[in-house]
């Protein structure tokens, strides 16, 4: 009815009342029938038209769109443009802003691989599975050639194929043509082309930090469903388990700082030091590692490469916003801000590790291997998660940190540890090491192990009388007073690998050489 004009209806319901056949109703066109029958004809076609490009417009407003569409509209468009050919890097980089420009378009159904940032991890700078599987279709079907580091534009993408073989011939056609009607798509391809030479490298960064939200909403989401539902009630955490990010007004600075969480716990932990460095004019962002803040389901599908992985991305988004960083990290995350400073990566300037779990009280860890090894026997074998798939623990932080602990996830922190160990000698910047006495958690001993270790010869440990493990949370001995003092003394040094230890002298007392 709504392609239907009042008198229209009224039209076609007269004329439909002296048509008894269909010979009758294909005779409205010829030239002996009235004018009433030449215009309903008329209309009726001018609807029909009308008609099917609605339903092939509803019908492709369904479709899920995802990597290989954006691709696809993204090589037509600029073959479009004259284009023949384009750099990996631009295309990679438009793709991504593609990427995030469609994510804001309410109206388009996306793919879980568009909604979930690891799905297209790697697409800037990295190797993005999706992405690359789809290019090794294109040019097996001489679509696209590579070489040079350019992709080039095969006249192939512009023939016509038939109905019944395009899938077979042009792939890149079909994913264009099944998202074409789809404004928001369309919209963003364009807007990532024309954005793109303009992209600077903190938009970029921020387009980053905006994956690491949606990378936490998808995980929480993903983890609440209820095959994981015995466990999460048990949990008592209650703090938002979301990486943060804190931006001074005025440009970049010259330190930045990112801090990691601990072992069961999520940015939370770090959120109140890090207001403090806000508040001090530090660009600051807290990282959540892979599989902490959502549910243990997460942290025991994860590896420490992954907690690793998460560590570099928030130093890729700080090194937008400072000149130099450095990595505050609290056990585990202390552990893991070494470990990525025995890659030296650029702009640098030094590592504060609190309480690092090099030497863990706990006797119980030399059975873990053992365990988690029987653990994935069972489900190689079987339908279960495992004989003992987690272990509860009391927390002194019960409101930020898990309750259950994965079996995986202790063996892969053994995991990390050994290799730490490993790297310690390639730790080249400045190090501040701080350790309780009597940590509950963390023996003395493997602080002192690290200092000797450690490859720099800019390095001090500071020893803070506590019998707590959550010696940075708690501010416990002026704990976040030192690593203040560390980064005024990274900050008043020209060069990253000049820096001096003169504003920590004041620390004596309980420094160990």
Same mark, same amino acid.
């Not at 076609?12 to 002296?18: D, E, P, Q």
């Not at 690998?497 to 002298?505: E, I, K, S, V, Y």
């Given at each position: ?22 010979? +009758? ?131 192939? *993408?512009?023939? /016509? ?37 303009? *992209? ?16 936490? +909403? ?11 539902? /015995? ?104 552990? *893991? ?177």
């Amino acid at each position: 009815a709504e392609f239907w004009r009042w008198w229209e209806r009224k039209l076609i319901a007269h004329l439909a009342r002296k048509i008894d056949s269909l010979d +009758a109703l294909f005779q409205l066109t010829h030239d002996g029938a009235g004018w009433s029958a030449r215009l309903a004809a008329q209309r009726t076609r001018r609807n029909a038209l009308e008609i099917r490009d609605e339903y092939m417009r509803r019908m492709y407003t369904g479709v899920t769109v995802n990597l290989g569409h954006l691709a696809s509209r993204l090589i037509l468009t600029f073959v479009a443009k004259g284009q023949t050919e384009v750099d990996h890097a631009t295309f990679r980089k438009t793709l991504y802003l593609a990427v995030k420009r469609v994510q804001k378009e309410p109206s388009v159904q996306l793919h879980r691989g568009l909604k979930n940032p690891e799905a297209y991890s790697g697409l800037v700078d990295g190797e993005c599975r999706r992405l690359d599987e789809f290019i090794d279709t294109t040019v097996s079907m001489n679509l696209l050639g590579t070489g040079n580091a350019r992709y080039r534009f095969l006249p192939k *993408l512009c023939q /016509e194929h038939g109905f019944d073989v395009i899938r077979l011939e042009n792939l890149v056609a079909v994913y264009a043509n099944e998202v074409a009607p789809i404004s928001g798509v369309t919209r963003s391809v364009e807007r990532a082309i024309e954005e793109t030479p303009a *992209l600077d490298d903190q938009t970029l960064a921020e387009m980053r930090f905006d994956d690491e939200l949606r990378a936490y +909403a998808w995980d929480r989401q993903y983890f609440s469903r209820p095959r994981y539902k /015995e466990i999460n009630e048990q949990e008592t955490a209650t703090e938002s388990g979301e990486p943060f990010l804190f931006l001074p007004e005025e440009g970049r600075k010259e330190l930045g700082v990112v801090l990691v969480h601990g072992f069961l716990a999520s940015p939370a932990e770090a959120r109140p030091f890090g207001e403090k460095l806000k508040a001090l004019g530090y660009p600051v962002i807290g990282v959540r590692l892979k599989g902490h803040g959502t549910s243990p389901w997460d942290l025991r599908e994860r590896s420490w490469q992954d907690w690793l992985e998460s560590v570099r991305r928030g130093y890729a988004v700080m090194s937008a916003f400072a000149r130099r960083i450095c990595l505050v990290g609290f056990s585990t995350g202390g552990a *893991l801000s070494l470990r990525l400073a025995a890659d030296c990566p650029e702009r640098l300037a030094g590592v504060a590790a609190i309480s690092v779990p090099m030497k863990l009280r706990d006797r119980n860890m030399i059975f873990v291997p053992l365990v988690h090894g029987t653990n994935q026997l069972v489900r190689w074998v079987s339908s279960s998660e495992g004989i003992v798939p987690f272990r509860r623990r009391d927390s002194e932080h019960p409101h930020i940190n898990y309750h259950n602990v994965p079996i995986r996830s202790l063996y892969e922190l053994r995991r990390m540890v050994d290799e730490l160990e490993e790297r310690l000698p390639d730790v080249q910047c400045p190090v501040t090491l701080i350790q309780g006495t009597d940590d509950p958690i963390v023996g003395p001993e493997g602080a002192e192990l690290i200092h000797k270790r450690l490859g720099t010869s800019q390095k001090k440990l500071f020893t803070v009388p506590s019998t707590r493990h959550g010696i940075l949370y708690e501010d416990i001995g002026d704990t976040q007073e030192m690593i203040l003092s560390f980064l005024a003394a990274l900050s008043s040094s020209d060069r990253p690998d000049r820096a001096t230890f003169a504003d920590t002298l004041w620390l004596t007392d309980r420094l160990i050489t």
